[in-house]
């Protein structure tokens, strides 16, 4: 049974830094691409950040460039995505996701954790 659990949600002020974190379970970590999506009240789920199976090639969003560092730590099974100089609207409940290959879709990825809140305040 696969199980993705995100953490380090929270309410921070526009400008601060968050670290989520996915704790991976009932997979094989190292054959499968990991993902962040976010989906805001009223809007569709949206691409964040991935990173490929071995953590050699990242992909991020447009809006998120240079801010978001998205990593993962084989020993630790965990996907990691660092968020600095955070805005209001990143606000969004933030969903940790895994596939085999690399997609930009949420529609692709067959697992999904539950999803942690990140509120960003002015």
């Known amino acids: 049974q696969v199980q993705l659990v995100e953490s380090g949600g929270g309410l921070v002020q526009a400008g601060g830094s968050l670290r989520l974190s996915c704790a991976a379970s009932?997979?094989?970590?190292?054959?499968?691409?990991m993902g962040w999506f976010r989906q805001a009240p009223g809007k569709e789920r949206e691409f964040v950040a991935a990173?490929?199976?071995?953590?050699?090639?990242?992909y991020y969003a447009d809006s998120v460039k240079g801010r978001f560092t998205i990593s993962r730590d084989k020993a630790r099974r965990t996907v990691y995505l660092q968020m600095n100089g955070l805005k209001t609207e990143n606000t969004a409940v933030y969903y940790c996701?895994?596939?085999?290959?690399?997609?930009?879709?949420?529609?692709?990825?067959?697992?999904w954790g539950r999803g942690t809140q990140v509120t960003v305040s002015s």
């Open positions: 996701a895994a596939r085999s290959a690399m997609s930009r879709d949420y529609r692709d990825y067959p697992y």
């Open positions: 009932g997979l094989t970590f190292g054959s499968y691409v």
């Open positions: 990173i490929s199976t071995i953590g050699r090639t990242t």
